[in-house]
């Protein structure tokens, strides 16, 4: 009896956890409500992801028998990385940053100048971190979600051939929640795309499917995999409006 009992305090903890960070001051745009969403299915297993206020997304990890110890699973990887998301460890620091960019000048064979400057990736990278000093890795990463979207639906080549510097476009997104203006345009991207070369959506979403199980099961941060998927998905919806209007 306890352990189920404890089975269902995870779902609490988790909202009891972020009307705490609310209480606390933490500024959550949209409350502190978590979002669960369970993936249809007649049969087992089941899956269910939770969103977090902050936008950041996680899925049940484990083999559930039941909607309800699907929700379960979602509720407790994402507890754990919530938690974990508080450590000092996990702040954006003058030292944090620096440590990232060697790191990442290490990766790429990069050099001391490109980092100081803005139009390069190492240097738009040191500027996203800074401009996001003080903050956790977890809102870091909501936030770098938008210039993954942007970078796989080709958003931001477009701007560099219309001239736009990387610094203008960081600028510009770096204040703009993903909403569904956002969600819409990159679905229309992938309704033009499918008209020029027809498969490539039903490829794509076959793709983003796989890597987005894949994750799950690993326990990661969901939010870009998950994005994508809808995304994908409301664009195979326009296009079948469209085949129907014009039966």
């Not at 996680?58 to 407790?76: D, H, I, L, N, Y």
């Not at 919530?82 to 620096?98: A, G, K, L, M, Q």
């Not at 003080?134 to 809102?139: Q, V």
Request: glycine share 6%; hydrophobic share 40%.
């Amino acid at each position: 009896m306890a352990e189920v009992s404890l089975r269902v305090n995870v779902v609490e903890a988790l909202q009891e956890f972020w009307q705490m960070k609310q209480s606390r001051g933490a500024d959550l745009k949209n409350g502190a409500l978590v979002v669960y969403e369970m993936v249809p299915a007649n049969s087992p297993p089941y899956v269910c992801y939770v969103t977090l206020p902050g936008g950041s997304c996680f899925g049940s990890f484990q083999f559930c028998p039941t909607k309800a110890e699907a929700r379960r699973s979602a509720a407790k990887i994402a507890l754990m990385n919530s938690v974990f998301n508080e450590h000092p460890s996990r702040r954006i620091t003058d030292e944090f940053i620096e440590k990232s960019v060697s790191e990442a000048l290490a990766s790429f064979n990069g050099n001391r100048e490109e980092a100081d400057n803005p139009n390069t990736g190492i240097g738009a990278f040191r500027f996203m971190l800074e401009s996001n000093k003080g903050k956790s890795m977890l809102e870091f990463q909501e936030l770098m979600t938008v210039f993954q979207l942007l970078h796989w639906n080709g958003s931001l080549k477009a701007m560099r051939e219309r001239q736009c510097s990387r610094q203008e476009v960081l600028a510009h997104y770096s204040h703009r929640a993903l909403d569904d203006d956002i969600r819409h345009q990159m679905a229309l991207d992938w309704v033009s795309r499918e008209q020029s070369v027809p498969g490539a959506l039903s490829r794509e979403l076959a793709s983003t499917e796989r890597e987005l199980d894949e994750a799950r099961l690993a326990g990661k941060e969901l939010r870009f995999h998950k994005e994508k998927k809808d995304i994908l998905m409301l664009a195979a919806g326009q296009l079948g409006n469209m085949h129907s209007s014009n039966c």
